[in-house]
């Protein structure tokens, strides 16, 4: 991988990354904030994964939630990719909730798009493997992340038990089967049969996951997609039937943007740092 940014922050470094993703077929670049504590002889930091939502790439999350202030006091590394494969032999499509910038964090099994969109497997397995051989890091491993993010956030913490000790959400699709963004996307990328949606659906793997790992999500009351696309009832309904912890914060007032996530990103990095230290 090719370092191609590199600019000192809060005592670290916020740089990006690209690299050939062998899962996506195509170069991809990724963001790392490296707080002070990883410039230590033989330092191991753990590491916070951000998913970003539709039409961002790795730049959202670290030019506008203020993360690094918070990284660099807890010692935890940010690692934020990109939200779908890239290049000119990627298909993409009119609209900005399918195709480039919004990968929807599943391995796609429809054409034209399973060649090149398998997001879940990049996020949940090449890119930290490539993170885990690359930087001063150990396996010890937490994911967050906003939307479209939120929702690969609690798929990839309720399908992999083990694999991250701590999960949160921003505002996240949280029933994605059942809301127009992801039914456009899931229809598209995994075809018309509804019962291989559910397998990045958070609220039908929750009743069934076999790890308890609580799950903390943000949402703010004032935004916009809260009765269309995001409904965080319906996970809060599933959660509380399967006997899986969840703590839904209401946030009046709040939209569904960066300016949301900047207000309350210092609360999920104490609470990722406090699982990842523990
Ligand atoms: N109204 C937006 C919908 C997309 C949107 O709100 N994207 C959110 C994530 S779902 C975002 O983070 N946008 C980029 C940003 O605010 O920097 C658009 O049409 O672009």
Redesign the pocket.
Known sequence: MERIEHRACFGGWQDVYRHRSQVLGCTMDFAVYLPPQADGPGARLPVLYWL?????NEQ?FI??AGAQRYAAEHGVILVAPDTSPRGDDVPDAEG??LGKGAGFYVNATAQPWARHYRMYDYVVHELPALVEAELPVDDRRSISG????GHGALVAALRNPGRYRSVSAF?P?VAPTQVPWGEKAFGAYLGPDREAWKAYDATELVKSAPEKLPLLIDQGGGD??LDTQLRPQLLQAAAEAAGHPLTLRMRPGYD???YF?ASFVGEHLAHHARALQA
């Open positions: 970003s939502g539709l039409t961002c959202n030019t506008k900005y909730d906003h939307s479209m993010g505002s699709i916009e997609f569904h943007s960066y996530i």
